[in-house]
Antibody, heavy 122, light 107 residues
Framework: QVQLQESGPGLVKPSETLSLTCTVS????????WSWIRQPPGKGLEWIGY???????NYNPSLKSRVTISVDTSRNQFSLRLSSVTAADTAVYYC????????????????WGKGTTVTVSS | DIQMTQSPSSLSASVGDRVTITCRAS??????LNWYQQKPGKAPKVLIY???SLQSGVPSRFSGSGSGADFTLTISSLQPEDFATYYC?????????FGQGTKLEIK
């Protein structure tokens, strides 16, 4: 059974770069899209972007200038970097597998990490 | 971006009630619509994908319908564990967008 685990600093200073890693266990990172989603305190869900195991990416335009998602297939991990953070980037960050029927373009987040809280504060 | 609007934003209901939550997209998204359940402090869990397909392991009291721009999630007989927040999500095109959520509370 595939499991995801986010890791990284829980506190980041304003203007610095947020860096998180998602480790995939119980299955291979190959042949799937992998996504990052965040949720500010008390608010809804925001899709950040995804990466295919071959490295192809797609980002939310609202964050595109600051976001980089990368993959390390040898470690079964993918990562998120968000630069120039502000208090508005304070959120729970989730990594998720994009499951579904790829041939029919039916995608959904079928496996999620537990989430990690990142606070932006000096 | 495609805007997803859920109604109501909150809902009070009793165990055994039939509940319907609505999600409307700002344009047609065919059937590329998913529903998630989120409990406090937990990650979301997919219930319905492709508008009406029940995810494996999800109780059959959950059902989804709709296509185009209007969709519904129905819980046929509320159970105590169903009190949570529900989100719709479109995956018709990126950026994938979520509704604002519907909080289902115990009456």
């Amino acid at each position: 059974q595939v499991q995801l685990q986010e890791s990284g600093p829980g506190l980041v200073k304003p203007s610095e770069t947020l860096s998180l890693t998602c480790t995939v266990s119980g299955g291979s990172i190959s042949n799937y899209f992998w996504s990052w989603i965040r949720q500010p305190p008390g608010k809804g869900l925001e899709w950040i972007g995804y990466i295919y195991y071959n490295g192809n990416t797609n980002y939310n335009p609202s964050l595109k200038s600051r976001v980089t998602i990368s993959v390390d297939t040898s470690r079964n991990q993918f990562s998120l970097r968000l630069s120039s953070v502000t208090a508005a980037d304070t959120a729970v960050y989730y990594c998720a597998r994009v499951g579904g029927y790829y041939q029919l373009y039916y995608y959904y987040m079928d496996v999620w990490g537990k989430g990690t809280t990142v606070t932006v504060s000096s | 971006d495609i805007q997803m609007t859920q109604s109501p934003s909150s809902l009070s209901a009793s165990v055994g009630d039939r509940v319907t939550i609505t999600c409307r997209a700002s344009q047609s998204i065919n059937s590329y619509l998913n529903w998630y359940q989120q409990k406090p402090g937990k990650a979301p869990k997919v219930l319905i994908y492709a508008a009406s397909s029940l995810q494996s392991g999800v109780p059959s009291r959950f059902s989804g319908s709709g296509s185009g721009a209007d969709f519904t999630l129905t819980i046929s007989s509320l159970q105590p564990e169903d009190f949570a927040t529900y989100y719709c999500q479109q995956t018709y095109t990126t950026p994938y967008t979520f509704g604002q959520g519907t909080k289902l509370e115990i009456k």
